[in-house]
């Protein structure tokens, strides 16, 4: 019997792959509603005053959902609250803790105790966890200790500065992070039928970036604590959305006070839109998807950096329009 060209046979592999992730996927997804109505979950969303947190707020307010939007600028946060009450009031929603807000920081274990107290006390419990908060660096590291152009070493108080930078971006990009899952995941497990937590990450996270060493330090840090916790909590699903640039003034507050260098700059007019960012998070938590890449094609960027890093290494230089200084000697 004559054999399928080997080209045939990796299609129809394919194929089948696609199509059996995809049942995979709407399978989960109906285990998740029958076990948690729409309008009955619980979502509690970190960083919640502006971008994609924002956004998923709206969504999640949209479909009937119980929300509680959590950011440390008071006046953003509860402005977020009015929204979704409002967004839930056209829906004919007849209960006004529907929505709620609370101003803290997430990397603050006291503030953040207060904040699962309140939650149990109204909700008692939480089914949705989703943490979007985080901030970024835009220079290079010898460019965040001030090393002079004419200079082969770096100051101490250069140093110092690098640090404090650093201790601003792991506050935000670890710290939080870490406070949140230690707090909220025993909430979880012990009060949702159907726990699931979202980690905003960054594709910085998984393929380095110059100019961008911090804050790709810090994220993939917490992508990997948060891997790591969900090998030990399976009854939790967890997920990644790892995008790349998405459109909006994120990067102007920067914590290193570094200007936008890349071809989007500005409040970024190129790159994903906070809302196709957020359908595809709700997406993730309803089909519990582990890992997503946006755009989905990063992810064999990820693969290709391993196998051809020189190669990525270039684009990333090209794309943030970094010149590597050359050496002395």
């Keep these: 019997m004559e054999l399928p060209p080997t080209r045939d046979l990796a299609i129809a592999a394919g194929a089948a792959f696609a199509a059996a992730s995809t049942f995979y996927h709407i399978q989960e997804r109906r285990n998740r509603t029958r076990k948690i109505q729409r309008t009955d979950e619980r979502v509690l969303i970190l960083g919640a005053s502006s971008g994609v947190g924002r956004t998923l707020a709206h969504m999640y307010a949209q479909r009937g959902a119980r929300v509680c939007v959590v950011g440390r600028r008071k006046k953003e946060i509860e402005e977020v609250e009015l929204e979704c009450k409002t967004i839930q009031r056209i829906k004919e929603s007849e209960d006004d803790r529907n929505a709620f807000s609370f101003c803290a920081d997430f990397a603050d274990p006291e503030q953040m105790v207060m904040l699962r107290d309140v939650i149990q006390a109204e909700w008692q419990g939480v089914d949705t966890v989703i943490v979007a908060a985080g901030v970024i660096s835009l220079q290079p590291l010898l460019s965040v200790a001030n090393l002079k152009h004419d200079s082969d070493h770096v100051e101490l108080e250069g140093v110092q500065r690098v640090v404090e930078v650093a201790q601003a971006a792991l506050r935000s990009n670890f710290i939080g992070p870490l406070v949140s899952a230690t707090i909220l995941i025993p909430l979880l497990l012990s009060t949702s039928n159907s726990p699931s937590i979202l980690l905003m990450s960054s594709l910085a996270s998984v393929i380095p970036a110059p100019t961008r060493s911090l804050y790709a330090a810090t994220k993939s840090s917490s992508l990997l604590l948060y891997e790591s916790l969900a090998i030990e909590h399976p009854s939790i699903s967890f997920s990644f959305v790892m995008p790349s640039t998405i459109k909006g003034d994120f990067r102007s507050s920067a914590v290193d006070g570094g200007s936008v260098r890349d071809a989007s700059s500005g409040p970024s007019q190129k790159g994903l839109d906070k809302s196709y960012v957020a359908k595809k998070c709700v997406e993730a938590i ?20 391993w196998l051809f890093p020189s190669f990525i290494e270039a684009r990333a230089r090209e794309k943030y329009q970094f010149i590597p200084k050359p050496p002395s000697f």
């Design 286 to 305: 309803d089909y519990r998807k582990k890992h997503v890449f946006l755009p989905g094609f990063h992810g064999i960027s990820h693969l290709l950096y």
